[in-house]
Structure formats: C-alpha cells, structure tokens
C-alpha cells in the first residue's frame, strides 16, 4: 500500500509560479512511476505530467509543456511539480498519482494509489 499527500497548492496570480509537493509512503517509491493530473470545475480529470521510476521517461500534456517541470527524489519519497507562467485556465485540484509497471505513463488508469489532491487556483 502506498499513501500520496499533496501539497503546495494555493492561490496566484497569473504568470505567477508554485511547486507541488506529492510526499509518499513506503520504502519502495524509487520503483514506482509517478504522475501528476488535474481536474477542473465540470471537466474531466486529465494528464499533466509524468515520470518513470528512473526519471528515464518524463512526459508532458501539451498545454503545459515549456511551463512546467517534473522532478523526483527518491530519497525523500517525493515528486515535485515545478509550474511557471500560469494561466487562469490551470486552476483545478491537482493530483498526485503512483503505480507499478506503468508502460503508458499518459494513462490514469494504468495508476494504482492516487493522493486527495491540493487546489491551484490562478486569478486574473
């Protein structure tokens, strides 16, 4: 069993920056695949990001590419998401996600253990 926390979500202005946190348990994190989605008001959860559990693989949903960083540290158990230049269309509750075995990383089904999410909210 793997538990997520998220944290690092708030509120700022457009073009503003902030760095999510996604803290896991377990001590076998380095071997997990981790994923970061989001959800927005009446919309779908969708992909934002990805990593393997190397950090040989690391993908990018379009509309935040260039924007957006994903990193790891294994040996603190956390994923970070690094988000500049923000738009008022990345607000949503952020999601932290983990799995084994992940051949598409783009896939939220393919993820196991999923956190409670933090709210990024971008004013104009």
């Known amino acids: 069993q793997v538990q997520l926390v998220e944290s690092g979500g708030g509120l700022v202005q457009a073009g503003g920056s902030l760095r999510l946190s996604c803290a896991a348990s377990?001590?076998?994190?380095?071997?997990?695949?981790m994923g970061w989605f989001r959800q927005a008001p009446r919309k779908e959860r969708e992909f934002v990001a990805a990593i393997s559990w190397s950090a040989g693989r690391i993908y990018y949903a379009d509309s935040v590419k260039g924007r957006f960083t994903i990193s790891r540290d294994n040996a603190k158990n956390t994923v970070y998401l690094q988000m500049n230049s923000l738009k008022p269309e990345d607000t949503a509750v952020y999601y932290c996600a983990s799995g084994h075995h992940i051949m598409v990383l783009t896939m939220q089904e393919a993820y196991e253990y999923w956190g409670q999410g933090t709210q990024v909210t971008v004013s104009t």
């Open positions: 377990g001590r076998t994190f380095s071997t997990y695949a």
